[in-house]
């Protein structure tokens, strides 16, 4: 399979508005509500920088990051773009094609069924598109590795737990180079160099994905275990759950699993992934950040639930939340100083993705759209 040629690009929105300067100390992370508030309005009126438009995309097309890749799954095809809507391949697309993501060389797309059930996982050759080798589980990167599950079959929740082993994959041919058995359920989480394995009895264990070897192990509070619970926040691990004072969120250390910290968590609020190295909470009228190390608080942002991180991205430092209303959607840049606003984009535009340094979007003409997502 040879790579297309790309398609002509079109310039089309207004120059882009002066950006907003950043907070000048670290200190202005403690934002309060009411100035956030009037710096949210001011961004209003600012639209993100210009966009490149792409070809239409199918109504059944889903736009699926992949690192420094941006993937577009139709039911027949599965093409590959550059942040700049350059087309780098083309090729047939597996049936049910429903996530991506990026490691080493390569891009690992696992397919589901009407189910929600996983059929495999495909490796493709990140530059040629071309198929290097599939495995019939799910295969989930962890830094410059990747490990196989087998997700526990659920129609109200498939992929929540997983059970049998991990497997350490080598991603040359696709083939296990270590198991460590699950004798039960389990969740997993996975950190550049390691995964964190959470059984149902509450034993967390650390292994590195070299060998599969343990690291670290320890017996956690009962919780209601999940994909995102405990959370892999930088170097640290964040679990949330029951204890006399309410919910409560519990702060360890990676890969050692010593406690850190604890700290009450408020009525309607919810740990958000996602977050650059930082702990984001969604609650009813605000954003918050607290330092995963110590629970420290860091920052705080007006609008609550409303607001949503945009998947993808491959800066480990930085976040996109977007909150799409009655019209334009508005978003908030959040970079190492804390969050700014971080313009607007037009009525109607939806599925958005943080593709490298771009933000890649179904525009509201239903095409491909791509604009600089740095200083949006």
Known sequence: MTPDRPGPVIELDRPAAAPTPRPASTRRWLVAPVLAGCLLLGAAAAPARPAISGPPLPARALLLPAGALLLVADPTTLT???????VTWRVPAPAGARSAASVGDLVLVTTRDSARQVTGTSAYAADTGRLRWRRPDRVD?????AVAVTEVRSVADPGQR????????????????WS??????AVLATSP???????????????DTRYGATIAETRLPPAGYAPDNPLVVGDHLVLRHPAPGGTTLSGYDLPSLTPRWQRLLPVGETPAPGCPRVLCLAGMTEWRALDAGSGAPLWRWPGGAGWQPVPGGSDPTRQVLLRAGGGRASLVDVGPDGPRPGGTLPAGTRDCHLVADALACRGPDGRLTLRPAGGT
Request: glycine share 16%; hydrophobic share 40%.
């Open 80 to 86: 590959g773009y550059t942040p700049t809507g350059r």
């Open 141 to 145: 990167v962890a830094g410059a590795a």
């Open 162 to 177: 997983i059970q049998g082993a991990v497997r350490g994959v080598d991603l040359a041919t696709g083939a296990n180079r």
């Open 180 to 185: 460590v058995p699950v004798p039960s359920t």
């Open 193 to 207: 160099g390691r995964v964190v394995v959470v059984h149902d009895s509450g034993l967390a264990r650390v292994h």
